[in-house]
Nanobody, 119 residues
């Protein structure tokens, strides 16, 4: 599956951004969709995920501020980010996950979109 992110940009601390990920296939058939991020000079880390069954999981530091959702008709997965902080600055990546031997594994990555939060 091919994934294309959009919606990144520059925002002041306390502001909001909505990222969107467009998939080339029916996302209803994908085990889970996720968002990851790579801050400057750091490794890529998990941010949020949404399973095909509707379960969500979030990085603790974004819990209550970020919300992942999907539109099966449009084959898109969004990440609403509120009350943004400078430490949220990163390249954000969309991912499709598949279950193998009981574990979720990354099947595809998007190209990433830059989010910069100024203080």
């Amino acid at each position: 599956v091919q994934l294309v992110e959009s919606g990144g940009g520059l925002v002041q601390a306390g502001g909001s951004l909505r990222l969107s990920c467009a998939a080339s296939e029916d996302i209803g058939s994908i085990d889970a969709m996720g968002w990851y991020r790579r801050p400057p000079g750091k490794l890529r880390t998990f941010v949020a995920a949404l399973t095909s069954g509707g379960l969500t999981n979030y990085l603790e530091s974004v819990q209550g501020r970020f919300a992942i959702s999907r539109d099966n008709d449009k084959n898109t997965v969004d990440l609403q980010m509120n009350d943004l902080k400078p430490e949220d600055t990163a390249i954000y990546y969309c991912a499709a996950l598949e279950v193998h031997s009981g574990n979720y594994e990354i099947a595809s990555w998007g190209q990433g979109t830059q989010v910069t939060v100024s203080s």
